[in-house]
């Protein structure tokens, strides 16, 4: 059912916790099905630096939470505000149809702390 790319980030969160100092921080909620995500970013010379997220949720959220870390990290602010759901989509080897709204949460939390940032 799940993707071997997806049960790993699952299984073994990358960035999973606080940030302290972080330049941007923010909280996003799917109120139909209950899933929180909140991601902080630190940014320094204009690229993220460091990138943390916690997460409620189902797996897949838990799971693009993770993934959305190691996708934005290291990237320009605006090269990580061109990251796209199906790009988060394809790298973690899909998502059943039920499950497409981790991917939005995701993409919508990270646009949110770009948006915070300006």
Same mark, same amino acid.
């Given at each position: 059912?799940?993707?071997?790319?997806?049960?790993?980030?699952?299984?073994?969160? !990358?960035?999973?916790?606080?940030?302290? *100092?972080?330049? $941007?921080?923010? @909280?996003?909620?799917?109120?139909?099905? %209950?899933? /929180?995500?909140?991601? $902080?970013?630190?940014?320094?010379? %204009? !690229? /993220?630096?460091?990138?943390?997220?916690?997460?409620?949720?189902?797996?897949?959220?838990?799971?693009? *939470?993770?993934?959305?870390?190691?996708?934005?990290? %290291? !990237?320009?602010?605006? &090269?990580?505000?061109?990251?796209? @759901? @199906?790009?988060?989509?394809?790298? /973690?080897? *899909?998502?059943?149809?039920?499950? %497409?709204?981790? $991917?939005?949460?995701? /993409?919508?939390?990270?646009?949110?702390?770009?948006? &915070?940032?300006?």
């Amino acid at each position: 059912m799940y993707s071997p790319q997806l049960l790993d980030h699952f299984e073994h969160p !990358r960035n999973v916790g606080n940030l302290a *100092g972080a330049s $941007a921080q923010v @909280r996003v909620e799917n109120p139909v099905c %209950g899933d /929180i995500l909140e991601l $902080a970013i630190r940014i320094d010379n %204009g !690229r /993220i630096c460091e990138i943390r997220f916690r997460a409620k949720g189902c797996v897949p959220a838990m799971a693009c *939470g993770s993934l959305i870390t190691e996708m934005a990290n %290291g !990237r320009t602010v605006e &090269e990580a505000a061109s990251i796209r @759901r @199906r790009d988060l989509v394809r790298s /973690i080897g *899909g998502l059943p149809e039920a499950s %497409g709204h981790a $991917a939005q949460l995701a /993409i919508d939390a990270l646009k949110a702390a770009v948006e &915070e940032l300006k």
